[in-house]
């Protein structure tokens, strides 16, 4: 593929999927001679990796009790990338621990070492809660 016909291209804006199919070839060809030629897509930007977290933030993070959306938005990424750190570094939120104060429920989902994910209620002298 010549430089200046891709050049051209994404000048107007187009996207490297509509590039390949004016052409006749797969994204991932057109996406090569993009690359080989030096060149980038104006949409290049808005799809680059933003980063990751650091294990200890997130660890940090995770045992001050915030959700995973709290967490996104103190890192500056999404829900979903906040859940792939989260299964990389084998973390896990934990929902009981969201809400705080005296209105805590006497039933929660949490995660029993047993059972899996299940509902525990509050019971017993202690008032701990408990797997059901």
Excluded at 61 to 83: F, H, K, M, N, T
Excluded at 102 to 109: E, G, L, S, T
């Amino acid at each position: 593929m010549e430089a200046a016909w891709l050049a051209s291209r994404l000048e107007e804006g187009r996207s490297i999927e509509s590039i390949a199919r004016e052409a006749g070839r797969s994204a991932s060809t057109v996406a090569y001679w993009v690359n080989k030629h030096g060149l980038a897509s104006k949409h290049a930007r808005k799809h680059a990796a933003r980063g990751g977290i650091a294990r200890a933030e997130l660890e940090a993070l995770v045992q001050a009790g915030l959700s995973i959306r709290q967490i996104a938005a103190e890192v500056d990424l999404s829900p979903s990338a906040v859940r792939h750190w989260l299964a990389k570094y084998g973390l896990r939120t934990q929902p009981a621990r969201y809400v705080r104060g005296p209105d805590k429920p006497d039933v929660v989902v949490r995660e029993c070492g047993r059972h899996g994910w299940t509902t525990f209620v509050r019971g017993g002298t202690d008032g701990y809660l408990r797997c059901g």
